[in-house]
Every structure is written in structure tokens, then in C-alpha cells.
């Protein structure tokens, strides 16, 4: 990966909050389909990282 390369893909990074990052700070709606944000989890990964 070159330096601009890396220069490009750090801009496209959020840097998450402080709340975001200790679970204050409260989240969306989960997505349609989905009733809690733990059943998309679970539909979305493998149980190994669920």
C-alpha cells in the first residue's frame, strides 16, 4: 500500500466517539427486517464471532 493509498483510505474512516465507544452514546434503529440490533448480528456474522 502506498502513502496515498493510505492517505485515501484514512479519509474515508469514521473515527467513533467517545459515547460510540463506551455504549452511552445511543444507536439507531436496527435495520429493516430486523427487530433488535442482535438478531441482525446474528443473521450478519458467523456464531463464532457473534
Known sequence: ??????VEWAAKI?????GELDGSEPIGEPPV?????REWTVYRW?????
Open 33 to 37: 427486517g430486523f427487530a433488535t440490533w
Open 1 to 6: 500500500m502506498s502513502d496515498h493509498e493510505l
Open 14 to 18: 469514521d473515527i467513533p466517539t467517545p
Open 46 to 50: 458467523p456464531p463464532a464471532l457473534s
